[in-house]
């Protein structure tokens, strides 16, 4: 039986098509039910589904129901940790791309905490951050008692403890990406820069930097989007506590699941995707003012 030249030109098409299918039928149905939903009094207590309108949203950015709180942590820590991220990731790639002997040992202990399990390390810091912990007892034995904490039980700091822990465990990977990067810069440029009198600094500002403008933005959008998407490291550490200093709109959205305000967790979950595409888009309009052209 002869195989017409369509048939046979749109072959590999027809293999995508059960994973279109599973992707269709699993995450593209139950995300656009979710914009429904999420105008819904969808609940564990009601039989009857309603159209509601915003009156999740009023509720949710209402003062009386304490979001604010899960709103500004949600920002601080993706703010906090990409930051840090950059900065230690972009120093650590300078320092690990000269002719050190063990570089590449140094590389692999730097970028192994982004391989170890979210929940193993949130249980390993919370070991660290007890009261009785390793870091405690670290602090009184160099003569520093006065700094020790409650780390995660004091509202002030419990935020910015956690936050730690995600730039302790992602910027080594922040670190591989400007590595990455590095090895593109032309080692002539440099040669050239340095018979022009250029110092370090020079090179850096004017070389280095420029080269790494893309790796710069990627480690943005990685950072800023895991920010704002946060769960499982808080929820191990913290599960949003005490008095909710440590809540992010991810634990929000699993604490009122779990309640059965199934319409109104849905709305939770609709803002955090807004906040993503907003971080996304935004990000991407204020690096595009910087763009460098190394062409």
Known sequence: MRVSKLTKRM??????????????????????????????NWNAVGSVVKFIGFDNFREIF????????????????????????????????????????????????????????????????????????????????????????AWIAEPQIAIWSVATVEVWRASGFAMAIFLAALQMVPKEIYEATEIDGAGSFQKLFYVTLPYLYQAIVLNTLFGMISGLKVFDLIYVISNGGPVRSTEVLNVTVLNEFSKGAYGYSTAMGLILFLFVTLAYFGVNYVFKKFEVDVS
Not at 24 to 32: E, T
Request: charged share 10%.
């Open 62 to 149: 209402s003062s009386a129901s304490g979001n604010g709180g899960v709103f500004r942590n949600t920002a601080v820590f993706a703010i906090y940790t990409t930051v840090l991220k950059i900065i230690i990731g972009l120093l650590l790639a300078l320092l690990l791309n000269e002719g050190i002997r063990t570089k590449n040992i140094l590389r692999a202990i730097f970028f192994m905490p982004i391989t170890i399990s979210v929940v193993l390390t949130g249980i390993m810091f919370s070991e660290i951050y007890s009261p009785d912990g390793i870091l405690n007892g670290l602090l009184k034995l160099v003569g520093l008692s006065s700094w020790t904490h």
């Open 11 to 40: 072959f590999p098409q027809y293999l995508l098509l059960p994973a279109l299918l599973l992707y269709f039928v699993l995450f593209l149905i139950p995300n656009l039910a979710s914009f429904y939903y999420a105008f819904t």
